[in-house]
T-cell receptor, first 110, second 118 residues
Framework: DAKTTQPPSMDCAEGRAANLPCNHS???????VYWYRQIHSQGPQYIIH???NNETNEMASLIITEDRKSSTLILPHATLRDTAVYYC???????????FGAGTRLTVKP | GAVVSQHPSRVICKSGTSVKIECRSL??????MFWYRQFPKQSLMLMAT?????????EQGVEKDKFLINHASLTLSTLTVTSAHPEDSSFYIC??????????????FGEGSRLTVL
């Protein structure tokens, strides 16, 4: 019962912005959009999350469409260390468990 | 940020033996922890939810007698793979809800434990 759809892989040039899309057309009004990434053989790392408004932190920006059916994670200046699998997850919030889909494998190239 | 630590990071055991993996929240108390497993080139699969002081809740298809979970304190949950077999070889990852003081709902993940059963 995948709640999100992401492209399986993407490439990005080092120093350029990486824009990772996520479709969540069945999202409920009380569900948040979370983004995590997993670098090879490590535990997932939290990136950002949002409900309705766009969000920005030191790692990334999250753009959520007005109808909330899709979102985009933006890494403004991708580096080689940003190569990882990026997961978009929707969940109710603090009380919900977190279930991972297939994610997008981002490869940042020199 | 909140830190979750797993031990051991790597373990190799013989078929038929049991292996215990520890998950600790180092600087906060975690009433709920989650255990995942991940096979090569696949996503994380939720195995069970571990609640301090009560029985774990297992996902459908996960054998509770095979994967014993104990959450005896607010900072420690353990996963014991009993009578391990080669098909149990996997990357096991735990996570915990962040501290309530700054809780924005994110989970913090351990570094993972790679189990290899010979």
């Amino acid at each position: 019962d995948a709640k999100t759809t992401q492209p399986p892989s993407m490439d990005c040039a080092e120093g350029r912005a990486a824009n990772l899309p996520c479709n969540h057309s069945t999202i409920s009004g009380n569900e948040y959009v979370y983004w995590y990434r997993q670098i090879h053989s490590q535990g997932p790392q939290y990136i950002i999350h949002g409900l309705k408004n766009n969000e920005t932190n030191e790692m990334a920006s999250l753009i959520i469409t007005e109808d909330r059916k899709s979102s985009t994670l933006i890494l403004p200046h991708a580096t080689l260390r940003d190569t990882a699998v990026y997961y978009c997850i929707v969940r109710v919030g603090t009380l919900d468990d977190m279930r991972f889909g297939a994610g997008t494998r981002l490869t940042v190239k020199p | 940020g909140a830190v979750v630590s797993q031990h051991p990071s790597r373990v190799i055991c013989k078929s038929g033996t049991s292996v215990k993996i520890e998950c600790r929240s180092l600087d906060f108390q975690a009433t709920t922890m989650f255990w995942y497993r991940q096979f090569p080139k696949q996503s994380l699969m939720l195995m069970a939810t571990s609640n301090e002081g009560s029985k774990a809740t297992y996902e459908q298809g996960v054998e509770k007698d095979k994967f014993l979970i104990n959450h005896a304190s607010l900072t420690l949950s353990t996963l014991t793979v009993t009578s391990a077999h080669p098909e149990d070889s996997s990357f096991y990852i735990c996570s915990a809800r962040g501290p309530s003081g700054g809780n924005t709902g994110e989970l913090f993940f351990g570094e993972g434990s790679r189990l290899t059963v010979l």
